[in-house]
């Protein structure tokens, strides 16, 4: 072969497959309203015929990273996040990001490419078991065999991430099977792309019996998770909120289901409501409550503080979608439905009540409200407006907090950096969006959900606040946002360590690991490599001055920010270990 030939033969020659089942299942996914799909190649003959069909791909540098950008994307877009990846290693790596999904309850459809289906079982290069590797995280998982039956598998995969609780799904394709011709045209017209697919409500004799609870109860509360923004419930909730004169508090997940400025929230309820805690004064409306409203609520370890912070002795009204969740921790009145659905029927019956009780309370609570708020911020006066260096977290979250807008989003990274924003950073609206990965609490995976949001809401401004220690899992998107042009402003605390494990170590074994200190990085010059803007910043002035910058650029920009390695968030265990 000449070099000429040889030229020839790697240029673009024009779309060689017509008609294939790939173009099928791209015109499926359109069908469902998707217009993006997260995948980096394979498989190749999807995102070829998607790309005929105006659907656009944001190729990540890793499947894990892929699989983190589209469930940022499914929970601000309120549609199904689309990934894909090929079989073998780069399937394996869609493990951690669906076991997110499924413990958060978004849907997520994961599109794999398989082995050829003649090669099934035979070793074949990158083969193995997908269907054994994805059940346990998933909530459904199917090979299709069959080119007739296309389009039924699509639907299929679609209800199933979409309806009861959401949750993630996988779809295995043969690569064979891609190329092979369409079968006759379709037939189905359906939308199965957004979620709640199918809102139901409670039985009315349960409604009245929750509604009697909180209208006669002497110290009621709410506690408001993750599924009320699934659901799109948090203008019912803040209805409720107001006219049942109800003190709302939430989860990390549930954090801007309700303004955090109004008079009855209490902020978030969680495993850090220690010193400096942004509800450490308002725990007891909590511990003291004799009755609890939980709403989307999955009752865990971390948003119960070890099943310690609720009451033992109150009654509970739970309302989710998935009749598992309700009585796993706490026995509860069984408000089994759609949170939105669910919440307005409550306040319908509650409005046909005596709610005297509750509005003479209101003004008790109020109180109790704002003097909790006030003793907070008397404590923490100190941090918020502190100009030592290296910078204190909490001075940084609220100069976050001073350029939001109201519909901007805040990623946080697991670890410390979804305390720091859980506590120092208020939701200022009712509907305010602040995406954690709190399914399993994954480092790195903030940075790729925070693009996967931006391209959700391209018009918001996005801030993503990220440790050092959980951004080096991540550190390849970078180059993604920028070729991709998603902009992105990120806030890296850089305290040159593992901030939870070494404290966490020095508390429990009284010294830690060696795997817990890093060598010097300057984050703002591997931004800058890959056409980012990135801004070492050492004090308080250089912060404000790179926000302020960051918020006007046009590409992602990074902000370095050397933090104090000394500055722990208010974790109750380190208090009471």
């Not at 997908?130 to 209800?159: G, L, N, Q």
């Not at 409720?240 to 009855?264: F, R, Y």
């Not at 919440?343 to 009780?357: I, P, Y």
């Not at 993604?480 to 170590?505: D, F, W």
């Amino acid at each position: 072969m000449t070099d000429a030939t040889a030229k020839k033969a790697l240029e673009p020659r024009g779309a060689l497959y017509k008609g294939t089942v790939s173009h099928r299942i791209a015109a499926a996914l359109k069908r469902h309203d998707v217009t993006v799909l997260f995948g980096q190649s394979l498989p190749s003959m999807v995102h070829l015929a998607a790309n005929e069909l105006g659907l656009r791909q944001i190729s990540y540098r890793q499947e894990n990273t892929g699989g983190y950008m589209a469930d940022g994307y499914a929970r601000i877009a309120g549609k199904v996040g689309v990934v894909t990846a090929q079989n073998g290693p780069a399937a394996a790596l869609l493990v951690a990001p669906l076991a997110e999904a499924l413990k958060a309850s978004v849907p997520l459809i994961a599109l794999v490419q398989d082995v050829n289906r003649d090669q099934m079982d035979r070793n074949a290069f990158q083969e193995l078991d997908h269907e054994s590797m994805f059940r346990p995280c998933t909530k459904w998982v199917r090979r299709v065999m069959t080119a007739s039956r296309i389009e039924d598998y699509v639907d299929m995969a679609f209800t199933a991430a979409t309806s009861g609780r959401p949750g993630p799904v996988v779809l295995l394709l043969p690569a064979d099977l891609l190329v092979e011709p369409a079968p006759a045209s379709p037939s189905r017209t359906k939308s199965l792309g957004r979620f709640p697919l199918d809102r139901f409500a409670p039985d009315s004799t349960d409604l009245d019996e929750a509604a009697a609870l909180l209208a006669n109860a002497q110290r009621p509360v709410v506690i408001a998770g993750g599924g009320v923004h699934l659901s799109g419930a948090c203008k019912e909730l803040a209805t409720l909120q107001e006219i049942a004169c109800l003190p709302v508090a939430t989860t990390v997940m549930g954090k801007g289901s309700v303004d955090e400025t109004h008079p009855l929230s209490v902020g978030v309820a969680s495993y850090f409501m220690a010193k400096n805690g942004m509800t450490r004064y308002m725990r007891g409306i909590i511990e003291e409550a004799d009755v609890v409203l939980l709403v989307g609520n999955r009752t865990n370890q971390n948003g119960t503080d070890s099943w310690k912070l609720y009451p033992s002795n109150a009654r509970f009204i739970h309302i989710d979608a998935d009749p598992i969740e309700i009585g796993r921790n706490y026995e509860a009145v069984r408000l089994v439905g759609d949170a939105k659905l669910t919440l307005a029927a409550l306040t319908g019956r509650l409005s046909s009540l005596d709610l005297r009780k509750r509005q003479q309370n209101r003004a008790l609570v109020v109180e109790a409200i704002a003097k909790g708020r006030k003793q907070h911020e008397d404590e923490v006066a100190h941090l918020v407006s502190s100009t030592a260096a290296p910078l204190r977290p909490e001075r940084i979250m609220r100069e976050i907090e001073r350029r939001m807008t109201k519909d901007a989003i805040v990623v946080a990274d697991a670890s410390y950096s979804s305390i720091w924003v859980a506590n120092y950073i208020r939701s200022n609206r009712v509907g305010a969006r602040f995406i954690t990965p709190r399914g399993l609490a994954g480092l790195g995976w903030g940075f790729p959900m925070a693009i996967g949001a931006r391209v959700a809401q391209p018009e918001s401004l996005v801030f993503c606040v990220v440790g050092d220690g959980g951004f080096a899992h991540a550190w390849a998107e970078l180059e993604t946002s920028v070729r991709m042009k998603i902009p992105v402003i990120l806030i890296v605390l850089n305290n040159g360590i593992l901030g939870y494990q070494k404290h966490a170590e020095n508390i429990k074994f009284g010294t830690h690991t060696d795997a817990c200190n890093f060598v010097q990085v300057d984050h703002a010059a591997i931004a800058r490599a890959v056409g980012a803007q990135g801004i070492r910043v050492e004090s308080v002035d250089q912060l404000s001055a790179a926000l302020d910058k960051a918020v006007d650029s046009q590409v992602t920009t990074l902000i370095d920010v050397v933090t104090d390695p000394n500055a722990y968030p208010p974790v109750t265990w380190y208090e009471t270990t």
